[in-house]
């Protein structure tokens, strides 16, 4: 696995943030370096390649790993989920390489987000105007992060950044 780039790039210009309203308003000053990925429904998987591979076009690669994991930790995402069937599904959601992205293989924001933080051993912070969210590893054979991503959806475009 490539190493881990900083969320904050000291060496990024500060770019003004366009999306006005899509999170709660103390959240604003809080918002030091953000990606606007592209916009072709993939860009869920292009976050999490954004912020490991320093880039975007990565995101087969993440959404490759994500499935991975599904199914080798069958009986930890079973306990979670509920179901080997919702597992199965979530599995079936990642397994998408080429194109613009089918309904039905697009991120399952919430339950992705677990797969995620375990697959990548990482804290993910999910903002969002309606609600947010944090969500830890629950497995790993590193002790500690290796690092904390923050996903932002904006609601209104169902775009995140």
């Not at 930890?76 to 992205?101: A, C, D, H, P």
């Not at 990482?122 to 947010?132: I, K, M, P, Q, R």
Request: charge should be negative.
């Amino acid at each position: 696995m490539s190493s881990l780039s900083s969320v904050v790039n000291p060496n990024s210009p500060l770019v003004p943030f366009p999306f006005n309203n899509a999170f709660p308003g103390f959240m604003y000053e809080f918002i030091r370096n953000w990606k606007n990925v592209v916009r072709d429904d993939n860009y869920g998987f292009r976050v999490v390649s954004n912020f490991l591979f320093g880039d975007e076009n990565h995101w087969v690669e993440i959404r490759r790993r994500i499935s991975y994991d599904l199914w080798h930790l069958m009986n930890v995402y079973e306990q979670l989920f509920g179901s080997v069937e919702r597992v199965t599904e979530l599995i079936m959601k990642t397994n998408w390489e080429e194109g613009l992205v089918l309904p039905e293989y697009l991120m399952d924001t919430h339950d992705h987000l677990y797969v995620i933080a375990n697959t990548f051993n990482l804290c993910v912070v999910f903002l969002a105007l309606s609600e947010s969210t944090t969500v830890l590893p629950l497995v790993s054979n590193i002790v500690g992060t290796a690092g904390m991503i923050f996903i932002g959806l904006i609601e209104e475009l169902q775009h995140f950044i």
